[in-house]
């Protein structure tokens, strides 16, 4: 059975940082690409970063020069160093694989990141 469990979710204040993880296991293989995503309350789930684990990333506008994606696809790892949070960041955030393969994509749970002004 495939799992991708997130950590490193929390409560900050505004201009502070986090940094988030995700742990992938199970027989995944050939991966494409590994991304997060965030979903605010009322809002669609919105691409944040992806990585095809080497020097090809990939930012939303909004988190440009804040946030920082990194990956491993051998020990299917993704992560996601944010800094300068600011309240409009928190969200629900999710990793994600991509494989060429049905499913074709892997979520994880989700992780919860609240920053307070």
């Known amino acids: 059975q495939v799992q991708l469990v997130e950590s490193g979710g929390g409560l900050v204040q505004a201009g502070e940082s986090l940094r988030l993880s995700c742990v992938g296991s199970?027989?995944?293989?050939?991966?494409?690409?590994m991304a997060w995503y965030r979903q605010a309350p009322g809002s669609q789930r919105e691409l944040v970063a992806h990585?095809?684990?080497?020097?090809?990333?990939n930012y939303a506008d909004s988190v440009k020069g804040r946030f920082t994606i990194s990956g491993d696809i051998d020990k299917i790892a993704v992560y996601l160093q944010m800094t300068s949070l600011k309240p409009e960041d928190t969200a629900v955030y999710y990793c994600?694989?991509?494989?060429?393969?049905?499913?074709?994509?892997?979520w994880g749970q989700g992780t919860q990141v609240t920053v307070s002004s």
């Open positions: 994600n694989v991509q494989v060429p393969y049905y499913p074709y994509d892997y």
């Open positions: 990585t095809n684990g080497g020097r090809n990333t």
């Open positions: 199970g027989n995944i293989f050939n991966i494409k690409t």
